[in-house]
């Protein structure tokens, strides 16, 4: 599968890239003009500094780094964020501090990864009665403990 890329002039000059060759997501990496401090309970756009033409039938997943997480508590608020197919934009990627320090970001910064995932269209039939099972309408929590 082919996913063009557009790299931003206010943008790293390189590609999302996967780490090691196990990596299931590529890191992006932050395109800004200057740091950015981001608060203890504070939330920021982070641009990329890239444009993607995604095929059809694909999404772009944004996840959490997490080394991010347990080292300075900075994590995807919208975790995983959606990229549709038909999206041209900069990839932004919003980030939540959920420490108690202050968090500086600066260009060129590792802050998310992507995933590349198919994704299916389904007919949706609307009907009175739904199949019994096992669980039934037990919800939250129902299935144990933790």
Do not use: C
């Amino acid at each position: 599968m082919d996913v063009k890329i557009t790299l931003l002039k206010h943008g790293p000059k390189v590609l999302p890239e996967y780490a090691t060759k196990g990596s299931a997501g590529l890191d992006v990496m932050a395109a800004i003009h200057e740091p950015i401090s981001i608060g203890p309970g504070e939330r920021i756009l982070v641009p990329s500094g890239f444009k993607l033409e995604i095929p059809v039938e694909y999404e772009v997943q944004i996840r959490p780094r997490s080394g991010l997480a347990i080292k300075h508590g900075i994590t995807v608020l919208n975790s995983p964020g959606t990229i549709d197919s038909d999206y041209r934009g900069d990839i932004g990627v919003i980030l939540i501090n959920l420490s108690k320090d202050i968090f500086t970001v600066n260009n060129g910064d590792r802050i998310a990864q992507i995933i590349i995932a198919k994704h299916e269209f389904p007919i949706f039939i609307e009907t009175e009665k739904l199949k019994s099972s096992d669980r039934g309408e037990s919800g939250f929590g129902s299935t144990g403990e933790n």
